[in-house]
């Protein structure tokens, strides 16, 4: 077929659209039940740069998936660091032999904002048993729910996210 330059513009300029799900902390919730060998942490109150960095590098790596694009590493632990609301006790990590083979990091504000499983370690359970860490450490704080953004394309994060009781709160382009 020969190339229609109109039909390339048509594909750039496809409008994307960005979900606002939520969870509700009120009810009963569920244990996280973690893989054999792995475990849960978060991080210290004087980050430790490796950790950061091997959380980033899971990031990375599941962001051109999840339909965005991480941030070089210098960039985003600065933006993440000095954002007033980061707490390190908000950024969870899954290990396993020493390695970060999952991670998810929150505001203070009761927001996931951003979650990425190992590619390698997809499907053992580690983005639901992180997701429902999250939501345990919320529920202490007092928070009434548990907000996250996804693309509307994110089928897979979307089933997980379903799977949790969450719920579509708004549609936005993005
Ligand atoms: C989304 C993501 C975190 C899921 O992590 P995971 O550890 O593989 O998820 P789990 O094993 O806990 O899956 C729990 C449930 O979620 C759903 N799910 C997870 N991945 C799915 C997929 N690819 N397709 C359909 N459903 C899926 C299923 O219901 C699954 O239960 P099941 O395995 O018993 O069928 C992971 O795929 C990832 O890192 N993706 C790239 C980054 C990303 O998109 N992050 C989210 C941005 S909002």
Known sequence: MPFDPRQAVSILMAQTFVLRMRRELSGPI???????GVVLRTLSAKPEKKLAQAAHAV????????????PIFRQ??????RDDEFDPALVFFAMEGGNVIGMAQCWTSSFI??????HA????????????????????RGSTHV???VREEN???QALY???GMRIVSRDAG
């Open 30 to 36: 569920e244990q996280p039940l973690w893989p054999p």
């Open 59 to 70: 990031l990375e790596a599941g962001f051109w998936e999840g339909g965005g694009g991480a």
């Open 76 to 81: 985003w632990w600065k933006a993440v660091s």
């Open 113 to 118: 904002k951003d979650l990425a499983v190992h």
């Open 121 to 140: 370690a997809r499907r053992r359970g580690l983005g639901r048993a992180l997701m429902l860490a999250t939501f345990h450490t919320f529920a202490q």
């Open 147 to 149: 907000d996250l953004k």
């Open 155 to 157: 089928a897979a994060a």
């Open 162 to 164: 379903h799977s949790l």
